[in-house]
């Protein structure tokens, strides 16, 4: 464990598989100590979701407070967020934190709309408020197939598509963009992302992992990506580590049946 920082801002998941609890593991795993903050508290298993409690602004406010007056963070990294009122919230604050604190902190946002079982985990009218205000203070944009539809319009047909989604992002204010691509089905045989930041464009391919205990892979993939960055890797091998990190549980994980959830926890 080393000095730097990284707060998760996301939502509970009570399986432990996504949300803050696959981010703490993947976290300290990767070495850097994971501060939290609670922005729903969700009821789900295999079935599906049950319930999503999205905490207060007041409860919300406390939790950012108390970690700023003492814990300030290399790595911000956003999960999920309910409402437009918490989206406002966040963006207001890292606005502030960007701009009086002594090391501006680099925000990931892994924009979570969908669990793995299908349902919502955010009211409808969201989008408007996350690219108009979010977006424009987010370094490290982390989308997976569906949230890059949402976000940019543009859908993956083949690979320029994702070209055209990216810079769709770009243009709306994010530093960079890196495309998770384990839900992308160009092709089967293969999984795909595509990191860019306007200027510099990374291509990273793996042979497909076919488990289908995917719950919190996106979860992990940005965790990993946002503690690499706090000990102040460069975004190219960031993700080229994140990648190498999920590929390990992916194949790990599929040997161990009573396991929810993508992080490798064993040695
Ligand atoms: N955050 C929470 C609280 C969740 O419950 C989920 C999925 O169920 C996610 C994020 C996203 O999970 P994934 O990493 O599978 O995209």
């Not at 729903?40 to 406010?61: D, H, K, M």
Request: net charge negative; charged share 15%.
């Amino acid at each position: 464990m080393n000095n730097s920082i990284v707060w998760t801002i996301a939502g509970s998941d009570c399986t432990g598989g996504a949300g803050i609890q696959a981010d703490c593991k993947t976290l300290h795993n990767l070495g850097v100590q994971a501060c939290t903050v609670i922005t729903a508290v969700t009821a789900q298993n295999s079935s599906g979701v049950l319930e999503i409690n999205s905490v207060s602004s007041e409860v919300l406010a406390s939790q950012l407070n108390a970690l700023a007056q003492e814990l300030p963070a290399q790595v911000i990294k956003i999960g999920l967020l309910t409402n437009i009122q918490q989206v406002e919230q966040i963006a207001d604050m890292l606005a502030f934190y960007k701009g009086n604190w002594q090391q501006s902190p680099v925000v990931v946002y892994d924009p979570v709309a969908i669990a793995s079982s299908g349902d919502h985990l955010t009211e409808e009218d969201i989008l408007v408020a996350i690219k108009t205000k979010l977006l424009p203070l987010v370094d490290v944009l982390t989308p997976n197939n569906k949230e890059m539809q949402n976000l940019s319009g543009v859908y993956a047909f083949s690979w320029q598509c994702l070209e055209r989604a990216a810079q769709a992002l770009l243009d709306l204010g994010v530093g960079s963009v890196v495309i998770k691509g384990g839900h992308i089905d160009i092709d089967t045989s293969c999984c795909v992302d595509y990191c860019t930041d306007g200027e510099h464009h990374y291509w990273l391919s793996s042979k497909r992992i076919s488990n289908t205990q995917d719950h919190g892979t996106g979860c992990t993939y940005a965790s990993a990506l946002s503690a690499c960055l706090a000990q102040g890797y460069l975004l190219r091998d960031a993700v080229t580590i994140a990648k190498a990190y999920i590929n390990q549980g992916l194949t790990r994980t599929q040997q161990y049946k009573g396991q929810y959830g993508a992080v490798w926890q064993g040695n």
